[in-house]
T-cell receptor
Framework: SQTIHQWPATLVQPVGSPLSLECTVE??????LYWYRQAAGRGLQLLFY??????ISSEVPQNLSASRPQDRQFILSSKKLLLSDSGFYLC??????????????FGEGSRLTVL | AQSVSQHNHHVILSEAASLELGCNYS??????LFWYVQYPGQHLQLLLK??????LVKGIKGFEAEFIKSKFSFNLRKPSVQWSDTAEYFC????????????FGGGTRVLVKP
């Protein structure tokens, strides 16, 4: 079965420092991959999605970027963190082998606190 | 652009009470609808989904949801809640099957008192 690994699980970083959150998936090939941010009372906001290696679509303008260097690896980055980047970041995948129904599977998330 | 509204941010109820969480979306075309649940300390998991057919769908743990197209709604229900149903519940809509991008509501935190 498919699994999603997110690393690190928790991170505390100072303002202005760089960021790298990693998501790796197993048990599937050529998935669509997504980065969501979860903020209290605001649900989940889609940040980036990728349909393949090197293909990234950004949903909202922000201080973050994403990259997909390998089929099963999705990285969320920032060169200089802002206080507003604090949040809970979720990686998700969609299996292309299934019908295009939009069902996503989520990782356990990475909690980022920017001080 | 599609949007999803969950009207209740927090719900507190006692065990055995009935639960109904509202969800409305804004999109005029064909949609796929989902309810996800996040139990304390756990990752988001799918509770139930609607793609087509019977508008009353049943999910895990005794939950069900009804799709009412004329009202753009997909409300979640459970006749008798348990303490273990304490969680945050998210409604989500996919109105762009080609991109498989889910739009989520703001979530509803449900606390079931024993």
């Amino acid at each position: 079965s498919q699994t999603i690994h997110q690393w690190p699980a928790t991170l505390v970083q100072p303002v202005g420092s760089p960021l790298s959150l990693e998501c790796t998936v197993e048990g599937t090939s050529n998935p669509n991959l997504y980065w969501y941010r979860q903020a209290a009372g605001r649900g989940l906001q889609l940040l980036f999605y990728s349909v393949g290696i090197g293909q990234i679509s950004s949903e909202v303008p922000q201080n973050l970027s994403a990259s997909r260097p390998q089929d099963r690896q999705f990285i969320l980055s920032s060169k200089k963190l802002l206080l507003s980047d604090s949040g809970f970041y979720l990686c998700a995948l969609h299996n292309r082998g299934r019908a295009n129904t939009g069902e996503l599977f989520f990782g356990e998330g990475s909690r980022l606190t920017v001080l | 652009a599609q949007s999803v509204s969950q009207h209740n941010h927090h719900v507190i109820l006692s065990e055995a009470a009935s639960l109904e969480l509202g969800c409305n979306y804004s999109y005029g075309g064909t949609v796929n609808l989902f309810w996800y649940v996040q139990y304390p300390g756990q990752h988001l998991q799918l509770l139930l989904k609607y793609f087509s057919g019977d508008p009353l769908v049943k999910g895990i743990k005794g939950f069900e949801a009804e799709f009412i197209k004329s009202k753009f709604s997909f409300n979640l229900r459970k006749p008798s809640v348990q303490w273990s149903d304490t969680a945050e519940y998210f409604c989500a809509v996919n109105a762009n099957a080609a991109g498989n991008k889910l739009t989520f509501g703001g979530g509803t935190r449900v606390l079931v008192k024993p």
